[in-house]
């Protein structure tokens, strides 16, 4: 059985630039979400979707970032524009339900903003 | 802001010797997940227990839960190279709905 797939691995780029993240989940999984791990700390959640709906945004900085996940399946996470404070591993996840299951995290996309 | 704190933030073993790290939460939990995390990859989930369990074993790995202390405990025995990696306990809110990973322990076996 496939993991969960981020792209890409690794990103720098310039502040100011827009940037986005890409995550499938593993397959059957109705539960995705969105993390930010920063340096020698836990990961925090972004977002969270069911199937299609986001129903904790509660921490996604919602003047630059933005995420979507169409029918239900892939998910896009994006940061217009992107902050020196940025800087972060994203870490996408997912789960049969939510988490009173184990969650099944990606690589993460390592993002340096310059 | 994260619910749990692990304790102590880094741990130095040799190996063959046992590794124990704790973690508080200061809310009710419907149960409580450790985690692993290998340089530089994403995280594995590593056992789970129940806000009504009071023990639980999987293979090395002996996790403890007191909700009346609200701490947990996780104890790898028998350390191996292979456990050099950094330890998050996270917890799902009693609505089950969130889970909220605490600042991890950094654990090195030494050969």
């Known amino acids: 059985e496939a993991g969960v797939v981020q792209s890409p691995r690794y990103k720098i780029i310039e502040k100011k630039q827009p940037v986005a993240f890409w995550c499938n989940p593993i397959?059957?999984?109705?539960?995705l979400y969105w993390y930010r791990q920063n340096l020698g700390q836990g990961p925090e959640l972004l977002i969270r979707?069911?199937?299609?709906?986001?129903?904790?945004d509660s921490q996604l900085p919602k003047d630059r970032f933005s995420a979507e996940r169409l029918k239900g399946v892939d998910s896009t996470l994006k940061i217009q524009p992107a902050e020196l404070g940025d800087s972060a591993v994203y870490l996408c996840?997912?789960?049969?339900?939510?988490?009173?299951?184990?969650?099944?995290f990606g690589p993460g996309t390592r993002l340096t903003v310059t | 802001s994260q619910q749990g704190e692990e304790d102590p933030q880094a741990l130095s073993i040799q190996e063959g010797e046992n590794a124990t790290m704790n973690c508080s939460y200061k809310?009710?939990?419907?149960?409580l997940q450790w985690y692993r995390q290998n340089s530089g990859r994403g995280l594995v989930h590593l056992i789970l227990i129940r806000s009504n369990e009071r023990e639980k074993h999987s293979g090395r790995l002996r996790v403890t839960l007191d909700t009346s202390k609200k701490s947990s405990s996780l104890l790898i025995t028998a350390s191996r190279a292979a456990d050099t990696a950094s330890y998050f306990c996270?917890?799902?809110?009693?609505?089950?709905?969130?889970?909220?990973f605490g600042g991890g322990t950094r654990v090195l076996v030494k050969p």
């Open positions: 979707y069911e199937n299609e709906e986001a129903v904790d």
């Open positions: 996270a917890t799902a809110g009693a609505a089950g709905n969130k889970l909220t």
């Open positions: 996840a997912s789960s049969l339900e939510p988490t009173t299951y184990e969650q099944y």
């Open positions: 809310t009710s939990i419907n149960n």
């Open positions: 397959s059957g999984h109705n539960t």
